[in-house]
């Protein structure tokens, strides 16, 4: 089946020093997304990118779409305590309606 | 937050019993999801809706049934729980599939003793 495969599973980190997961599918996607899942909490919808070779940022949030459009990232500068989370990508294959998740990256930040 | 309430929030019951669980949306939204939670594994779909009375199979739909009789109800039952559906399930809806963004419930933790 399609799968999308997302490294590291877990990240530790002192406080500002800078963060980034990769994502990687074994198929083109049409569109990824990523979210943001809280110690507890459920995951919260951060940003979708579309374009091959699209670059999105959002404050200290860099995303990043492939030109092949089977690879992303986010890179997070200057992490803070608040970045603490588990990070997902989501890729969406060209038939279906399903999107598919990476395993997720977990963040831990050392004040 | 998205007017999403999934009930119930936590659940613990015994193999072989049945299990229903209710997913609640007031966003009119076209799209209702249905995902488990392991660790390791991610967030995983088990069956999706994209309208009343249509619903399809995820990738982990074996020994999960849906139905959605109105826009705002998406109910998940274990017709026979066992001991490997342990696990926390989150409901999602969307406007429009998935080119959209998808807004997750609060979750419910079920275990299956």
């Known amino acids: 089946g399609q799968q999308v495969m997302q490294i590291p599973q877990y990240q530790h980190v002192q406080e500002g020093e800078d963060f980034t997961t990769y994502c990687n599918s074994s198929?083109?996607?049409?569109?990824i997304q990523w979210y943001k899942q809280r110690p507890g909490g459920h995951p919260v919808f951060l940003i979708q990118?579309?374009?091959?070779?699209e670059v999105k940022k959002q404050k200290r949030l860099t995303f990043q779409f492939g030109e092949a459009k089977k690879n992303s990232s986010l890179h997070i500068t200057a992490t803070q305590t608040t970045d603490v989370g588990t990070y997902f990508c989501?890729?969406?294959?060209?038939?279906?309606?399903?999107?598919?998740f990476g395993g997720g990256t977990r963040l831990m930040v050392k004040p | 937050d998205a007017g999403i309430t999934q009930s119930p929030r936590h659940k613990v019951t015994e193999t072989g019993t049945p299990v229903t669980l209710r997913c609640h949306q007031t966003e009119n939204h076209r799209y209702m999801y249905w995902y488990r939670q392991d660790p390791g594994h991610g967030l995983r779909l088990i069956h999706y809706?994209?309208?009343?009375?249509?619903?399809d199979k995820g990738e982990v739909s074996d020994g999960y049934s849906v139905s959605r009789s109105k826009t705002e109800d998406f109910l998940l039952t274990l017709e026979s729980a066992t001991s490997s559906q342990t696990s926390v399930y989150f409901c999602?809806?969307?406007?429009?599939?998935?080119?959209?963004?998808?807004?997750f419930g609060d979750g419910t933790r079920l275990s299956i003793l």
């Open positions: 809706s994209y309208g009343v009375k249509d619903t």
């Open positions: 999602a809806i969307s406007a429009a599939g998935s080119n959209q963004p998808q807004h």
């Open positions: 198929t083109t996607l049409s569109n």
């Open positions: 989501a890729g969406h294959h060209n038939a279906g309606n399903m999107l598919t």
């Open positions: 990118l579309v374009k091959s070779g």
